[in-house]
């Protein structure tokens, strides 16, 4: 019914920037908040940053200042602006999206397959 494709991963050094973009498509009648999770190795999966469908965001304390999270509703898109990258930032990182589907009309979460960040020297 909605598929989200991540991309803009890779390997990147400390100190360095990525840019994560995730498109949904699909049978979407609306999308509400977006959200952008990350797992790391041996770790649950922790929420990185969020985005309402009013532009409203929230952050995990560990990348505020550091990951700008926006979105282009006209593309169904979410991006993950990240700067000055720390080892630590390491792990899959995940989209999700509340939609609301036309046909059948339900809402529920979505979520990608993953792009892998790895910040390494």
């Known amino acids: 019914q909605v598929q989200l494709v991540e991309s803009g991963g890779g390997l990147v050094q400390p100190g360095g920037s990525l840019r994560l973009s995730c498109a949904a498509s699909?049978?979407?009648?609306?999308?509400?908040?977006m959200s952008w999770y990350r797992q790391a190795p041996g770790k649950q999966r922790e929420l990185v940053a969020a985005i309402t469908s009013g532009d409203s965001t929230n952050y995990a304390d560990s990348v505020k200042g550091r990951f700008t999270i926006s979105r282009d509703n006209a593309r169904n898109t979410v991006y993950l602006q990240m700067s000055s990258l720390k080892p630590e930032d390491t792990a899959v990182y995940y989209c999700?999206?509340?939609?609301?589907?036309?046909?059948?009309?339900?809402?529920?979460?979505?979520w990608g397959q993953g792009t892998q960040v790895t910040v390494s020297s």
């Open positions: 699909g049978r979407i009648f609306s999308i509400y908040a």
């Open positions: 999700s999206a509340d939609v609301r589907t036309t046909v059948p009309i339900i809402r529920r979460d979505y």
